[in-house]
Nanobody
Framework: VQLQASGGGLVQPGGSLSLSCAASGLTFGSYNMGWYRQAPGKQRELVAAIGSTGRTAYTDSVKGRFTIYRDNPKNTVHLQMNSLKPEDTAVYFC?????????????????WGQGTQVTVSS
């Protein structure tokens, strides 16, 4: 199983970025997906989750600014990030698990991708 994250970069405050995570080696439509982030000196946190049924969840700090969605035919999950703030700066990871509650918990997921750096700075 591989999860390949892409789309990170440097953006000014107020700007937008779109992250993508391409999955292979698993029955993508059956898996629940999550985006997580880890800033320097901080614990990893869940940013957004999307279940195999399409239900979504977001951490409070990104509600109204970030949108997670999935493209099952292309085995890809996306994270559209708008109105970015300096505090969104972190390494962003995608992950997959057969259990939706585990994606929400974020501690023992089946699969993790490599991270992509997002830096929000003027």
């Amino acid at each position: 199983v591989q999860l390949q994250a892409s789309g990170g970069g440097l953006v000014q405050p107020g700007g937008s970025l779109s992250l993508s995570c391409a999955a292979s080696g698993l029955t993508f439509g059956s898996y629940n997906m999550g985006w997580y982030r880890q800033a320097p000196g901080k614990q990893r946190e869940l940013v957004a989750a999307i279940g195999s049924t399409g239900r979504t969840a977001y951490t409070d700090s990104v509600k109204g600014r970030f949108t997670i969605y999935r493209d099952n035919p292309k085995n890809t999950v996306h994270l559209q990030m708008n109105s970015l703030k300096p505090e969104d700066t972190a390494v962003y990871f995608c992950a997959a698990d057969a259990r939706y509650w585990e994606v929400l918990r974020g501690t023992d997921l089946n699969y993790w991708g490599q991270g992509t750096q997002v830096t929000v700075s003027s």
